[in-house]
């Protein structure tokens, strides 16, 4: 269950960023071990 809703998370921020406009980068851990919570940090640039 945790793992569904971490792919769930991260499906909708890849969505986000795919259908936003600019430049975005998104910066964070590749993978998270059971158990851990992990931080992602978005960058937006419209230029």
């Not at 769930?8 to 975005?24: C, D, E, K, V």
């Not at 851990?29 to 992602?40: D, M, N």
């Amino acid at each position: 269950m945790k793992k569904l809703s971490v792919l769930l998370f991260l499906f909708s921020i890849i969505s986000i960023i795919t259908f936003a406009q600019g430049t975005q980068v998104v910066h964070g851990p590749t993978t998270v071990c059971a158990e851990e919570a992990a931080f992602y940090n978005a960058v937006v640039s419209n230029g």
